[in-house]
């Protein structure tokens, strides 16, 4: 990374995932926006650690990568039914340690109970072995081309503008219910549900 940050081709953000979901900081597609707009070639965006539900980025992307260690273990099948559904590329890093071969061979028993045309690719990346990187990076070529021909660009917009109006709900949701009083909590549930929708026209029609 500190080789490649004085590349004036390269641009690299870092961003506080403060009261986030799914490992993505809550003014994420905002920023994404932002550095589209710049007409990067490629833009990569690495998640926080994620548990066995965090997968916003799905909605984000057009390539999704898991990135796994050696030795995942009870972790593995806890990932099971949520985070492995997503991804179109699942990489062990540091390939190198031992664990290696038996968390592929779980990986690829996963995916065999749901083998079809859309698995995802599994690849093994090792600091001892250059091929294992110049592999991903040919596969992760050929995943993109293929996200941009099933996938037109009104299409793409729509689907990351849906998650751009949830997430700004869910922040203004979230402060809303910050700044009302304790006392509101008291009231029948109608009641709450009302004086929090009110709360949020107001904020959306710019009286806050």
Request: charged share 30%.
């Amino acid at each position: 990374m500190e080789d490649l940050a004085d590349d004036p081709r390269l641009y690299i953000r870092s961003l506080p995932s403060g009261r986030a979901h799914d490992g993505l900081g809550d003014n994420l597609p905002e920023v994404l926006a932002a550095v589209d707009g710049f007409n990067f070639t490629e833009i990569i965006l690495e998640t926080v650690g994620v548990g066995q539900t965090g997968y916003g980025v799905r909605q984000l992307v057009d390539v999704e990568v898991l990135v796994v260690m050696p030795g995942l273990g009870d972790s593995l099948q806890a990932m099971k039914a949520g985070i492995l559904e997503t991804p179109d590329v699942i990489v062990i890093n540091k390939a190198e340690l031992p664990g290696a071969e038996l968390t592929m061979a779980e990986l690829r028993s996963v995916m065999a109970t749901r083998a079809s045309a859309d698995s995802p690719q599994l690849l093994t990346v090792s600091k001892d072995d250059d091929n294992g990187v110049r592999r991903l990076s040919e596969v992760l070529d050929a995943e993109l081309e293929r996200a941009r021909q099933r996938t037109d660009e009104s299409t793409w917009r729509r689907r990351v503008n849906r998650y751009r109006t949830q997430s700004l709900v869910s922040r203004e949701l979230a402060e809303t219910l910050a700044e009302l009083p304790e006392a509101t909590f008291d009231r029948p549930l109608e009641q709450i549900y009302r004086d929090v929708i009110a709360h949020l026209a107001r904020a959306v029609g710019g009286e806050r």
